[in-house]
Each structure stands twice: as structure tokens, then as C-alpha cells.
């Protein structure tokens, strides 16, 4: 486990706090006239998806989590909760719960790998705590109603059922059967590919 000075506790890090894994969200190092420069992050628990802050001082240094990557595959989701199983074997299915999938729920493809990242605690048990999609994924657009001539007071902006059943904001001149490219982070449409 490696040892992150106060500095070292940026974004995206992923660093034990109070016994939990916790993401850092945000880090600012500020530097005071009187006093010794301290880093304050932002911290969400990756176990109970809490937010709060907290300060590092110069003295101060974090553990990083002992995180791994590992594929799963996504099964089904039926009444919040998400089912998976290990690609290599699919009698070993597992639950993760609503709270950890978050917005990655929306692009979850049936069958489909993701990559789990996956903590070792003290006691050597593992427990998922984080999702993580590939950025930009491709979907085929299930519905889409017909762009009207002259509507334009939305914008030019029709809202779009892909294969997954998930609905999306898209550009009216999206088809039913095209195959477009979205960005997982943010939920939104990207190109037509």
C-alpha cells in the first residue's frame, strides 16, 4: 500500500479515510501567509457514496486504497438491484446495489463487460466499490420520433430511446436503427457514428 504525501492527494486517487475507501473529488493546496500550505479535498466515500470534506496538513500523509481491476459482466437489473456474473464463469453471479451502479446504470448493455474495481481491506475480503464504463460507448437507437419541419423551439433536441431502454437528449436528425456514440461521464449524445 503506498503512502501518499498531502500533496499527492489529488483527483481521482483513491485513499483510505476513517477505515473506508474514499475518492478524492477535489484538492486544493493553499498556501496561508502565517501558516504551513494544507491540502483541502473533497471526499465520497465509495462505500456509502457520502460526500465531505477534509483537510491534510503538511505532516499528514493518506494510504492508497489497495484497489484491482476485474471484467464483470452485467446480467440484468430488476427492481434496483443490478446482477452480474464473472465473464469466465457464469454460475458465480453477484448483486451490486443502486447506490454504488449510480449513472453507469443508464449504460449498462446486457452481457456486456465492465470493469469493477475492486478493494482489499485489512482482513483481506473483497468487496466491489466502483463501476468504471469506457468513456464514450456506442448504442443503437431503439426510438426515435420523427423530426417535425419547423419545430425548433426546443432547440432542435428530441429525446431518444437506445437498445438498452435508456432515453437521451439527441439532434432531430437521429434515426431509428443509427448507431451513436455517448459520452458515459456525463450522459450526453457525442456524434453519429
Known amino acids: 500500500m503506498a503512502q501518499l504525501q498531502y500533496s499527492e492527494i489529488r483527483e481521482k486517487k483513491i485513499i483510505i479515510h476513517a477505515d473506508e475507501p474514499c475518492e478524492v473529488v477535489e484538492s486544493h ?3 496561508t501567509q502565517q501558516r504551513k500550505p494544507q491540502n483541502q479535498v473533497k471526499l465520497r466515500s465509495l462505500i ?3 460526500v465531505f470534506p477534509a483537510t491534510y496538513h503538511v505532516s499528514d500523509s493518506a494510504d492508497e486504497a489497495d484497489i484491482t481491476k476485474r471484467d464483470i459482466t452485467f446480467l440484468y437489473q430488476n427492481k434496483g438491484e443490478y446482477w452480474f456474473c464473472d465473464p469466465e464463469d ?3 453471479r453477484f448483486k451490486l446495489d443502486e447506490a ?3 449513472v453507469s446504470g443508464k449504460f ?3 452481457n456486456g463487460n465492465v470493469t469493477a474495481l475492486v478493494w482489499t481491506n485489512d482482513e483481506d475480503e ?5 463501476l468504471s464504463l469506457p468513456i464514450k460507448m456506442e448504442f443503437i437507437v431503439k426510438e426515435a420520433p420523427p423530426a417535425v ?3 425548433t423551439s426546443k432547440g432542435g433536441i428530441k429525446v431518444i430511446i437506445l437498445e438498452n431502454g435508456a432515453t437521451l437528449n439527441a439532434p432531430m436528425f437521429i434515426k431509428e436503427g443509427d448507431k451513436i456514440s455517448v459520452n458515459t461521464e456525463t450522459g450526453d449524445y ?3 457514428v
Open 149 to 151: 419541419r419547423g419545430d
Open 29 to 31: 493546496v493553499a498556501r
Open 48 to 50: 456509502s457514496g457520502k
Open 90 to 92: 457464469k454460475s458465480k
Open 126 to 130: 473483497e468487496r466491489i466499490i466502483k
Open 100 to 102: 454504488l451502479i449510480g
Open 190 to 192: 457525442v456524434e453519429r
Open 108 to 110: 449498462l448493455k446486457q
